[in-house]
Every structure is written in C-alpha cells, then in structure tokens.
C-alpha cells in the first residue's frame, strides 16, 4: 500500500483526477476498480491485524470518495468545501426570488397533478420539466466551477439544486404511492 496517496489526501488526489467538476466517469470508475484490487483486506491476509485494518480503511475511504466524486452534486459541494465555501445548508437557506417562486410553482403543480384525470402522466411530464431545469443548473455549476471559479455562486447553485434532488424524490415518492394503488 505504500504506493497509494495517504488517506488524508483529498478524494481528487486519491483518483488521479483534477480537481474539477468535470470529471470523467470511465476514467474514475477505473481507477476505483485499481485502488479496491489494491487495497482489498483479503490481500493481507498473511500480514496479520494491523495490516489488514489499515486495508479496511483503504477501502472504506476508496469507498466514499467513489460516492462523493460519482455524483455531481455531492462532487460540486465537496469541491466548495475544497475552495474555502462550505455550503452550509443547514444555516444558509437564502435563494434567489426567481428560484422560490419556481419551487412555489412546482408544489402546486405537483398537488395539482395529484388531482388531474391521470395523475400519473402528470406528476411525470412535470418530474420532465424539473429534470430539464436540473440538467440546466448543473451545466450552469460545472461553468461557476471549472471556467468562471466562482466559488460562492457555486455554493448558492449546490444549495438550490439540493432542494431539486428533494423534490424530485417527492415526485418519485408520488409516483410509487399511485404505483401502489
């Protein structure tokens, strides 16, 4: 193991990647197949405990990076998080007026599709135009990220596109109630 970054490094060094939003998903899920084949406690077995505890914490580590880096979300904030802003959404819950009014405007689409003649296709087409506005911020965060570098702006599109992860397991969760019945 002696030819793995340390533990401490960030998840960025950890994979060979840079440090970027835009990232190659081939290339990180490769690179996590390495680390894992490398770092796997089976393989020091005959190194006893100590060995193979530290293998254990290889692996969780390659583990979480791999969640953190394979999500755009999570990756843009840990990037936030890297670049001295956290996120902070627990505290910082200030949005931009247009985008309150678009989460206004998707609730009551959502109980008023609850309510159409075929609730189903109508929880879908808007759960459609939320993904649509999805794709949209995260071009927009890739951007904030990698080409204008600004950091704070980044953090309040990671904040808004939280609350869009949100609801769209709202929608889903709609979609299997109708689904149950």
């Avoid at 869009?164 to 889903?172: C, K, L, P, T």
Wanted: glycine content about 2%; charged content about 30%.
């Amino acid at each position: 193991m002696n030819v793995l970054p340390r533990l401490t490094d960030t998840d960025f060094v950890l994979f060979g990647l840079p440090e970027q939003q835009a990232l190659d998903r081939a290339r990180l899920d490769e690179r996590r197949r390495a680390l894992q084949a490398e770092v796997h406690p089976d393989r020091f077995a005959a190194e006893g405990a100590a060995a193979q505890r530290l293998a254990m914490q290889w692996a969780v580590r390659v583990n979480e990076a791999h969640a953190r880096l394979k999500d755009p979300l999570k990756r843009a904030a840990y990037l936030c998080e890297l670049r001295g802003v956290p996120i902070d959404a627990e505290r910082n819950t200030a949005m931009p007026a247009a985008f309150l009014q678009r989460q206004m405007l998707w609730r009551e689409a959502l109980d008023e599709a609850a309510e159409a003649a075929e609730p189903a296709r109508a929880i879908e087409a808007l759960d459609s135009d939320v993904a649509d506005d999805e794709r949209a911020a995260l071009a927009r965060l890739q951007h904030l990220l990698d080409v204008a570098r600004d950091t704070a702006a980044a953090a309040a599109e990671v904040r808004s596109l939280m609350f869009v992860a949100r609801f769209r397991e709202d929608i889903a969760r709609r979609l299997e109630a109708l689904d149950a019945h």
